[in-house]
């Protein structure tokens, strides 16, 4: 094992452990809401603007981040995330009162996008060659899921050393912060800085670069990839709570099923990854994953309201994870297949997250609705919604694998 394979794996490593570490904060009121809310006096609508906050600076920061990622060095970016976000962390962990909350969280969402996202994926890509793409985003996916469960022990435990749950609470946050700025101080030490060539364009040619990404036909396929597959994730959330409803899956079962979601994370992203380098093809994992997953939310469908049928539900929910996850590892691999060059790849990966994320800001609200109004029937609307979702993916999909082999046989 010479130094070389270490250095580059080594650096993987510390990018999977980052990139999922580092969002825990602006989503630590998901595990310790009650606590957090209990210990500010905050309702529950306040809870929520304290998503929302945070969720609307990360969609406008994921444009900007872009521009950021092409000009400044990646070492320097990720160092200045972690450590921020750390410190905003160790503030939020004194629970200083809604307001003081809300502009954390807001900062949060600059800290965690802006100097961090493209960043760290345009660190993954300079990881390796054209051949290595899949596998790279594949481990960091997997190792994500695994280190991000290792931290959410650490978190329970540190929250269980004490008899008060706020307090608690406060000491998971603050375990949390550490670890994120300990993450911050290791990038500085060991990811490398971009090379001058990479730094060398002006602000201005990377903000005109940014707008003349958004006229690149593939660009916009791109986009569809990631909007149509991070719907399909999102909606697979709702699985939990749906068998918890129709097939008597206990409070405790749902809870286990959160854990065991981490270790599918780690298996389906790296499979996934080695697949796609092994067919030399990012592409047709993303649309074998999507395949699969139409499978998944169709028998939902058709499965009768049965108690006996819970544990078909759990293991289907165990199939969709391991094809959501195998799809979500290359939503950026498969930058290299669509010929997106490395100097180009933060704002790229800037504008892409920026569209392709923003189901969050519509469809949880859209397909509650349905749930409310509609019960049974809802569900299964939300179910029709991601299969949707899942074959208009396979569609835009193989549009970008014809649109690349023309590229290729022009060259």
Known sequence: MNKAFIKKYGTLLLLAAGAGIIFQLP??????????????????????????????????????GGVVADKFSARKLLTFSFIATG?????????????????????????????????????????????EQGRLFGLQEGLRGILNALLVFGMTAAFSAFADEVAGASAAIKVCSIVVI????????????????ENAESLGSVVTGMFKALLIPRVWLLVGIVFTAYSV????????????????????????????RYLLQGLGGIVGGFLADRLHSRIKVIIG????????????????????????????????????????SQYFAVHDDAGIPVNMSGRVSGIVSCIGYMPDLFMYTLVGSWMDTYGRTGWNMTWAYAIVAAALCIVISVILSRVVKKMKTAA
């Open 27 to 64: 989503y630590i009121r998901e595990t310790f809401y009650v606590p957090i809310q209990n210990a500010m006096g905050l309702t529950n609508a306040q809870m929520g603007l304290l998503s929302s906050g945070y969720a609307t600076m990360a969609t406008l920061s994921y444009f900007v």
């Open 87 to 131: 410190i905003l962390g160790l503030w939020f962990s004194t629970f200083p009162g809604y307001t003081i909350s809300r502009v954390i969280f807001v900062l949060m969402g600059i800290s965690t996008i802006i100097t961090y996202w493209s960043a760290c994926i345009k660190a993954t890509r300079m990881l390796g060659t054209p051949d």
């Open 182 to 197: 300990i993450i911050g101080i290791l990038n500085f030490i060991f990811i490398e800085d971009t090379t001058t060539n």
């Open 233 to 260: 994730y999102g909606l697979i959330g709702y699985v939990n709570t749906y068998a918890t409803m129709f097939y008597g899956l206990s409070v405790a079962g749902a809870a286990t099923l959160g854990g065991v």
């Open 289 to 328: 994953g999507c395949v699969g997953l139409m499978a998944s939310f169709a028998l939902y469908i058709v499965m009768p309201s049965q108690a006996s049928l819970c544990v078909a539900v759990v293991a289907n929910f165990f199939v969709g994870l391991f094809f959501i996850y195998a799809v979500r």
